[in-house]
């Protein structure tokens, strides 16, 4: 009798235990009250808004930095092609190796902003801004405008390359060499510009891009060079070795919009005026 009492007793306590835990309210989670109070909330949208404000500027950044860079790249080439038509019909006019000397001095700028520099300082700078172009989308057309770039003597290209910069720096080069040279690397140079010619220039300011420079703690100006040409076209070309690339294309090329028109550089004489 004593025993179911106090099994009895057991057994209400342990009702009473179980009731308590059921109906007792759930205690919340210690980090609710920090993500639910206006603090947080306030940090939260202050971080928000400082992360995608700085984005937003970075962007701007890299699309003014890469309009920025295409426009002078675009005004370098320009100069860089003008004054090489130049020296291109120096030599070739030329009768002896002092005259193209003292001709390379006189050749002047065509840009008005570009007079202080050399040939070679705008060279140096436009290879620099050339290592923030993408070159892939065009890396078809450059292949097959290839056909028609002759090959240059290692030689050559050692003792004559100084020309291509606006100097001659070889201290005995032989006349029908040096012109050899130029035919053949100015008029292969016409051609990969001729590349540019045929190519859309557009900043590229992806959000990975802008990540990796924000990590490596750089300002590069991200270009795209893409191209609507035909590869295909250059198959009528390079199969007669006869046609002329910029004849073909001056006179209408079909998928070339708007029609080409190779610059004309002033001659030797009118250099010399």
Request: proline share 5%; charged share 25%; net charge neutral.
């Amino acid at each position: 009798m004593k025993r179911d009492i106090v099994r009895e007793k057991q057994d209400q306590r342990f009702r009473e235990h179980i009731i308590s835990a059921l109906t007792q309210p759930r205690k919340s989670p210690k980090i609710t009250p920090i993500i639910n109070s206006p603090l947080f909330l306030w940090i939260l949208t202050a971080a928000f808004l400082t992360v995608g404000g700085a984005y937003l500027t970075r962007m701007q950044e890299c699309v003014s930095s890469a309009e920025q860079a295409i426009e002078r790249r675009s005004l370098l080439e320009t100069e860089m092609d003008l004054r090489r038509d130049a020296i291109s019909h120096l030599v070739e006019a030329a009768t002896s190796v002092d005259e193209i000397r003292s001709g390379l001095l006189s050749v002047q700028s065509f840009r008005p902003e570009l007079k202080d520099k050399s040939l070679f300082d705008i060279s140096a700078e436009y290879v620099g801004l050339n290592k923030y172009v993408d070159e892939s989308g065009v890396a078809e057309i450059e292949k097959a405008l290839s056909c028609k770039i002759k090959p240059i003597k290692p030689s050559q290209f050692i003792r004559y390359y100084s020309l291509y910069t606006g100097s001659l720096n070889d201290k005995d080069p032989n006349l029908d060499d040096l012109k050899d040279f130029v035919r053949k690397y100015f008029y292969g140079d016409h051609i990969r510009s001729l590349v540019h010619t045929l190519s859309r220039f557009r900043p590229s300011c992806s959000a990975r891009g802008l990540l990796t420079d924000a990590v490596q703690g750089t300002k590069a100006a991200h270009i795209i060079q893409e191209s609507d040409f035909d590869p295909k076209v250059m198959e009528t070309i390079c199969s007669n070795p006869d046609i002329d690339v910029f004849d073909f294309l001056r006179i209408g090329g079909p998928a070339l919009r708007p029609p080409f028109v190779k610059m004309q550089a002033p001659s030797a004489q009118e250099i010399a005026k």
